[in-house]
């Protein structure tokens, strides 16, 4: 079945990349977290978008050069606005958690973190992590920058990459035949409908995908009707900031998938 991942938690409804923000996205019935990812001055993988802070608590720290104690200091509440330009959070005590902090509070959750940081590199801190907490099998590691991805790669990590933004257009240009011969390093594309100027959501790219053993996952789908379209479409994943809006695409699509599975049984 298709997995809901839930893009930065409930982003609309919480503040982004925090663990309310986690918790709410599964409540509503996301079936995966997605998450960013950088590494504090003081050696410790946390999640968030952004280099510094400034969007999301105000605060002009940069994550790389501020240890974990610097950036708890920060309110992460005060950077959700809502539909009445209010700031409902602020104050109420959202901080940047660690990566291991959502590990801990979510196990068995799969997740799906994007290395956001190049330099200096926080590979080495973030496969150290993820074998102590055994999270390798249902953490899918990516980055649009392929320097980061082959860094992974090399280091021998035993679970699922994505691919690249050069290794998706590669994906795109190349004949699957080509592919077959010469591979592409990762098990998963993650991409918007369109990019470039180029139609990523056609049938044919799914099946080009799909027939390289390539999972294909879409970003960041809101509208409830879009969602619908690119899982009929053959897409494995859907990735929003909404999932009180696209749980009920997900339920649907599964109850109908059940009862076309109970039928072709009888």
Excluded at 90 to 102: D, F
Excluded at 192 to 207: E, S, W
Aim: proline share 6%.
């Amino acid at each position: 079945m298709p997995r809901l991942y839930a893009h930065r938690g409930a982003a609309s409804e919480r503040p982004e990349n925090t663990l309310d923000s986690f918790a709410r996205a599964l409540a509503l019935g996301a079936d995966a977290l997605e998450t960013d990812l950088h590494l504090t001055a003081d050696g410790h993988v946390v999640a968030a978008h952004d280099a510094t802070l400034a969007r999301t608590a105000g605060s002009a720290v940069e994550i790389r050069r501020a240890t974990l104690d610097e950036l708890r200091r920060s309110d992460v509440g005060w950077g959700f606005v809502d539909r009445d330009g209010g700031r409902p959070f602020a104050g109420r005590g959202a901080r940047v958690p660690t990566l291991e902090e959502v590990l801990d509070a979510f196990p068995g959750v799969p997740l799906n973190v994007d290395v956001k940081q190049r330099a200096p590199s926080m590979v080495g801190p973030l496969l150290d992590l993820l074998r102590r907490a055994r999270a390798e099998e249902r953490v899918l590691v990516t980055s649009f920058d392929a320097v980061v991805l082959r860094a992974v790669r090399a280091a021998g990590y035993p679970g699922r990459t994505g691919l690249s933004l050069t290794e998706v257009l590669r994906l795109y240009a190349t004949p699957a035949a080509a592919l077959r011969a010469m591979p592409l390093g990762g098990g998963a594309v993650q991409l918007p409908p369109r990019a470039r100027g180029l139609r990523l959501d056609t049938p044919g790219f799914v099946v080009k995908c799909h027939a390289l053993g390539l999972r294909v996952d879409y970003w960041t789908i809101n509208d409830p009707a879009e969602a619908e379209r690119l899982l009929a479409l053959g897409a494995d994943g859907i990735m929003t900031d909404d999932p009180a809006a696209i749980a009920p695409v997900f339920a649907r699509w599964r109850e109908a998938r059940g009862e076309e599975a109970v039928s072709c049984a009888r």
